[in-house]
């Protein structure tokens, strides 16, 4: 049991030996259901793949997210995950695969490639997977970091728990040195110049 | 070296070699389509030469050049027992690329099978006797020869019509302070006045993070 002091109305921190209850709406508690509770689809077709599986394994672990359980079929899944080169001949499978999903639905695209086509721009490559499918969240980077797309996962999530369905862009983070001596004093553990 | 097996190539279809090199140790003959399938057989049979291996087959557009045999079909062939290599060439195609035919070496190897359709595939050109002459790579809905040096590069045929939204070509802004904001943040439904964020960092909450952002933007 506790007290949190914000700034505003003090919070009272129900112990888990004592009873309580809280009130919320129903849309936004189905909402915090489904963020928590996504099961992937992922659509893996390139390089990008390997990217994936890191993100998976242990360092990056995606299981802290609520995200963990792949489901290789579509009639499970909820989250398709298009990580890769989508050709114009893997197409219509895509395309099949997200309308075999159920509601609610979500695509999170994962890589340059299916973002918008990447360096492909050539009459083998779709320019990414909007063309095709509605998409939520678009990770850029060739490959991504992992980061980037844990952050892309976090997006969505926020999404879900708004109720937002509008594209959204994992955006790069600053470079935390912008010049020389803020490098030097970064690797000196000092803190930054101002 | 291999300029033995270009003498003996030589020697067995007098008039039918057009030209032979052997630059930068790549011994090559250009044969006249009409023996094509001959001389494959003869390197492949012929004790001296014995050919056992079919390395690659593929085909050139010298478009740029404006050679009235188009194409130039190149096959790569090794012999394990005498470890040599050749290259055999031959020129087909005119200058729209029409008749381009050669005849298929599936019959002398077997591993042609999918070099040949993957150059009619991608060329346009028509191996006579193949046993299953169809595409490789692209769709069969495809119109054209994608690696012809006259079809655009860029070109798509797609197989389903594009979704009809707007904004399909452009991707939303990339600016440091556009686009929607990273998931880090309270979710909160938005309240005003004092504690309106729990952590207190507007910034924060908003997703942009205080410092260098605002400084660039």
């Known amino acids: 049991m506790g007290e949190m002091k914000a700034g505003g109305p003090s919070t009272r921190v129900v112990e888990g030996s004592e009873h309580g209850f809280a009130t919320t709406r129903v849309d936004a508690l189905l909402n915090w259901a489904k963020k928590y509770s996504l099961f992937q689809y992922p659509f893996v077709t390139a390089c990008c793949g390997m990217e994936y599986m890191a993100m998976a394994s242990p360092r990056f672990d995606m299981a802290r997210f609520g995200a963990e359980v792949p489901r290789f079929s579509p009639r499970q899944a909820d989250l398709l995950w298009v990580v890769g080169t989508i050709s114009q001949r893997q197409a219509p499978a895509l395309r099949r695969i997200y309308e075999q999903m159920a509601d609610p639905k979500w695509v999170l695209a994962f890589g340059t490639c299916a973002s918008c086509g990447g360096f492909y721009d050539n009459y083998t490559t779709v320019a990414g997977i909007d063309k095709v499918i509605p998409c939520d969240v678009y990770v850029p980077g060739c490959p991504p970091r992992p980061e980037a797309v844990l952050d892309g996962l976090m997006l969505l999530q926020d999404k879900i728990a708004r109720g937002d369905r509008t594209p959204a862009i994992v955006k790069p983070r600053e470079d935390p040195a912008q010049t020389t001596e803020q490098l030097i004093a970064l690797q000196r553990k000092e803190r930054s110049l101002p | ?217």
Not at chain 2, 118 to 138: A, N, Q, S, T, W
Not at chain 2, 146 to 168: G, H, S, W
């Open chain 2, 1 to 217: 070296m291999s300029k033995k097996v270009l003498e003996l190539l030589t020697a067995q279809f007098p008039g039918a070699v057009l030209e032979t090199h052997s630059q930068f140790g790549d011994d090559t003959a250009v044969l006249d389509p009409a023996v094509w399938r001959d001389a494959a057989l003869f390197l492949r049979n012929d004790p001296r030469t014995l050919m056992n291996m079919f390395v690659d087959l593929t085909a050139v557009d010298y478009l740029w050049r404006g050679d009235v045999p188009r194409f130039e079909v190149v096959c790569h062939l090794r012999s394990l027992e005498r470890n040599h290599r050749v290259r055999i060439k031959a020129r087909v195609g005119d200058e729209e690329g029409n008749g381009a035919e050669i005849d298929s070496i599936v019959p002398v190897w077997k591993g042609a099978n999918w070099f040949e359709r993957e150059c009619y595939d991608l060329l346009g050109i028509v191996f006579k006797g193949h046993p299953d002459l169809r595409r490789i790579l692209m769709y069969p809905e495809f119109e054209g020869h994608p690696l012809r040096k006259d079809y655009p590069a860029n070109r798509i045929q797609p197989l389903i019509p594009f979704r009809d939204v707007p904004n399909t070509g452009k991707l939303p802004p990339f600016g440091p302070d556009e686009g929607m904001s990273f998931g880090r943040q309270s979710h909160d439904f938005a309240r005003s006045g004092p504690g309106a964020s729990i952590d207190g960092d507007e910034a924060v909450s908003n997703g942009k993070r205080a410092g260098a952002l605002e400084e660039r933007s």
